[in-house]
């Protein structure tokens, strides 16, 4: 018999999953088996596919050949990869984190810790803004996309309306460093500026007054007291990029009041809610006088997701 000295694991891991081959490492399906047992246990409602992810990024293969390929044994440092991986996964880390990227708008997004992971229902800001910028715009729009986290909304756009000039901001070191990678990889680092700050205090004189065609942000709004109630991949991601303050509103009070400075008259803010958020933001935006009635948008599963509001003209402007 052949022994190999598998990488150190915590006591009872390999107990918990299926049997293991005698004979040096397991194979993709057992390996495969053995994941879905572990993660099932931990209550990761996505298991299976999950365990499929993490060893197609150890094995570098498309997930596909994963079925082609069941009898393939992995080797030690393969299996020691994938056991590690595994157990990262077990104690809920989001697999984002795990395998560096995520999909959103069909473009895969390099993630890290300490940046917010895109989500899927984020895209409703991207289709918010194509619409908008569909309707009636001789010239090529200037954009900001405050809270710009891995750049996934900045570069959906930059990507989709080639003549445009996005700026986006972040408070976040890490996040900046991401996005700008991101932006290398998908062709727009040239046309995307990526500015450190604070909300409008990032832009600090790149965006004249009056200059910008569209407004755009996924701003945190989860409720301070909600924080604790999230599932646990969620409390893996920074809390600042999800800390609304108190009503979960206090960053879309901020952007509200500095809108108009920005937005050219006729032009458009677009904000992305809690779903049970859509009347009090339009409630503020009717408050602050500078805009048109508020509409509320939904994403894919008829929750409510964004609420656009166009800047008043100045003949509209309430005294």
């Known amino acids: ?165 996005v700026i986006a901001t972040d408070i976040s070191r890490r996040a900046i460093r991401i996005a700008r990678g991101n932006a290398e990889t998908h062709g727009v680092a040239d046309r995307v500026t990526f500015l450190r700050g604070d909300l409008w205090r990032a832009l600090n ?21 909600a924080l604790s109630t999230l599932m646990p991949e969620v409390q893996w991601e920074p809390r600042r990029a999800l800390d609304g303050g108190a009503d979960g509103l206090r960053f879309h009070r901020e952007i509200i009041a500095g809108a108009p400075r920005v937005l050219r008259a006729g032009g458009v803010l677009l904000l992305e809610i809690g779903g ?3 009347g009090a933001v339009s409630s503020l935006l009717e408050a602050g006088g500078g805009f048109e009635a508020p509409r509320i948008l939904r994403d894919l599963a008829g929750r409510d997701r964004v609420v656009a509001a166009q800047r008043r003209t100045n003949s509209k402007m309430k005294n």
Do not use: K
């Open 1 to 165: 018999m052949i022994r190999v000295r598998l990488p150190q694991v915590p006591e009872g891991f390999l107990g918990r999953v299926a049997p293991l081959p005698a004979r040096l490492c397991p194979t993709v399906e057992d390996c495969l088996a053995s994941g879905t047992l572990l993660l099932e246990g931990a209550g990761v409602g996505s298991a299976r596919l999950d365990a499929e992810c993490l060893l197609a990024h150890v094995l570098g293969w498309p997930r596909w050949r994963l079925v082609a390929d069941q009898r393939r044994r992995l080797s030690q440092e393969e299996f020691g990869r994938y056991l590690s991986l595994l157990q990262r996964r077990e104690w809920r880390e989001p697999l984002a984190y795990l395998v560096g990227q995520r999909e959103f708008w069909s473009l895969d997004f390099a993630v890290s810790p300490g940046v917010l992971i895109p989500r899927p229902e984020t895209e409703t800001l991207v289709e918010a803004a194509l619409a908008v910028l569909g309707e009636a715009h001789p010239q090529p729009p200037v954009i900001v996309d405050l809270c710009t986290g891995t750049g996934a909304i900045a570069i959906a756009l930059a990507r989709e309306i080639p003549g445009a000039t």
């Open 276 to 278: 049970d958020q859509g």
């Open 205 to 225: 004189g790149h965006v004249a007054a009056d200059g910008a065609g569209l407004v755009v942000s996924n701003p945190p709004y989860v409720p301070s007291g």
